[in-house]
């Protein structure tokens, strides 16, 4: 929802994501509403401290960016170093994650197969498959017929077996075509 | 960056932790450790840091590890504060604990005055 009045100094972290660390944290445990509200807004506080303290020392080295390493430094400075280690976890997968996709979109380019050629395989795969649901369908018709067959040579079984399914049997009754599409 | 929280000041309930566009982050929450997904919409952090008027960039990694640093605070300041809640033999976690966890830490005093 976009509000029209959005203001920037309004913004907090969504209470929902919120109530989701806290019931990871402490599950089973009750909090109050307005306990969660103040870590909803401490939660932001930090959020400001942090990247406030990393923009200054961004500053300082002379880069434009913001960097990781900023932020670390920043949560030295303002004793949050014990964050440190986890944090840099996420980093390394950062980095990983990177390196991965890098490498799946070459892959992908480097192929080495046509695509003339991937077509043509494409062409034969639909063709075999064409072919099998053909004969598919040829080994259920007759399949079918040989069921009409021993129900003409044997009406009573056929009897019996309409009583107690109260199906309709071929012979007996109309014969049900499946129909199956075979384009060719 | 998704767009899944920008800008709106109003929570949803219905936020997807994670709101990076990156193939690997599913909508499903893992708890492995040091997952990279995070509990925190990205784009909104990325907001709350761009709301800074001196900040001019950040890189998205340092987004990232923001992200995470802040949800490593938020278990913090909630375990701290159930301590306080469990001297005072109280089950339900109420205001006043998170009052005391942030007078008891000396890291916490930016919080100092943090109102409603």
Known sequence: MASSSGNDDDLTIPRAAINKMIKETLPNVRVANDARELVVNCCTEFIHLISSEANEICNKSEKKTISPEHVIQA??????????SEVKEVLQECKTVALKRRKASSRLENLGIPEEELLRQQQELFAKARQQQAELAQQEWLQMQQAAQQAQLAPEIALETRQETGAVTPGGGEVRLIHVKTSS | ?????????????????????????????????????????LA?????????????????????????????????????????????????????????????????????????
């Open chain 1, 75 to 84: 949560l030295e400075s303002l004793g949050f170093g014990s964050y440190i």
């Open chain 2, 1 to 41: 960056m998704a767009a899944a929280a920008a800008g709106s000041g109003t929570p949803r309930e219905e936020e997807a932790p994670g709101g990076e566009a990156a193939a690997t982050q599913a909508q499903a929450p893992t708890t492995a450790p040091g997952a990279r997904l995070s509990r925190l919409p």
């Open chain 2, 44 to 116: 909104r952090v990325k907001a709350l840091v761009k709301a800074d008027p001196d900040v001019t960039l950040a890189g998205q990694e340092a987004i990232f590890i923001l992200a995470r640093a802040a949800e490593l605070f938020v278990e913090t300041i909630a375990k701290d504060a159930y301590c306080c809640a469990q001297q005072g033999k109280r089950k339900t976690l109420q205001r006043r604990d998170l009052d005391n966890a942030i007078e008891a830490v000396d890291e916490f005093a930016f919080l100092e005055g943090t109102l409603d």
